[in-house]
């Protein structure tokens, strides 16, 4: 159980054009979503993070307009890169908590985007 | 205070050793402490949580041992195996807040 799917795994683009990134709970309702940035050799930078039905809270340094999320549902999020650039090229992950994080239903991982930006 | 510090940065052990990564952390607040396995090219998996009021919970060859005053806990892999060569993450949270505080992590390489 508690299966987090991320699509695309990989994916190489153009500088200047957007990517969208999806993030799906597959077996289980995620009232929280998250979404991390990770560079080589680096730990988890968490970027932001998103409850179902609401705007996304940031986290500082990161421009909501070039990471936009939104979480429509209970089993999924996405994020879209706008207007990408090489610097933006890294391994983006998110990850999903139940609808009881009170109990310490712990975060579950997708398995990464690798973005790449020609 | 809200970090998490994770030791040692990168660990090699033979099969069938022990493999120990520590962390130590100074907010007094969390109180969940998970840890995180990820592969290259792979999402970091959980692996084993633990509370405060326990100080060791142990599940198969890994066991957390936690010491509340001290505000440390550890991983121990038992009988290391070529396939636990991974980064290992510790983290920690407040129970009913969002946020994990990750530590640094630390690339074990198993040797056969």
């Known amino acids: 159980g508690a299966v987090v799917s991320q699509h695309p795994s990989w994916v190489i683009c153009k500088s200047g054009t957007s990517v969208k990134i999806e993030c799906r709970s597959l077996d289980f309702q995620a009232t929280t979503m998250f979404w991390y940035r990770q560079f080589p050799k680096q730990s988890l930078m968490l970027m932001a993070t998103s409850n179902e039905g609401s705007k996304a809270t940031y986290e500082q340094g990161v421009e909501k307009d070039k990471f936009l999320i939104n979480h429509a549902s209970l089993t999924l999020s996405t994020l879209t890169v706008t207007s990408a650039h090489p610097e933006d090229s890294s391994f983006y992950i998110c990850?999903?908590?139940?609808?009881?994080?009170?109990?310490?239903?712990?975060?579950?991982f997708g398995d990464g985007t690798r973005l790449s930006i020609l | 205070q809200q970090q998490v510090k994770q030791s040692p940065q990168s660990l090699i052990v033979q099969k069938g050793g022990i493999s120990i990564i520590n962390c130590a952390y100074e907010?007094?607040?969390?109180?969940?402490f998970p840890w995180y396995q990820q592969f290259p090219g792979k999402g970091p998996a959980l692996l084993i949580a633990?509370?405060?009021?326990?100080s060791e919970k142990k599940e198969g060859r890994f066991t957390i041992s936690f010491n509340k005053s001290a505000k440390q806990f550890s991983l121990h892999i038992m009988d290391s195996q070529p396939g636990d060569s991974a980064t290992y993450f510790c983290?920690?949270?407040?129970?009913?807040?969002?946020?994990?505080?990750f530590g640094k992590g630390t690339m074990l390489l198993v040797s056969p």
């Open positions: 633990i509370r405060p009021d326990v």
């Open positions: 983290a920690a949270s407040i129970v009913g807040y969002s946020t994990l505080t």
């Open positions: 990850s999903a908590a139940g609808t009881d994080y009170g109990s310490n239903q712990p975060q579950h």
């Open positions: 907010n007094t607040a969390f109180d969940y």
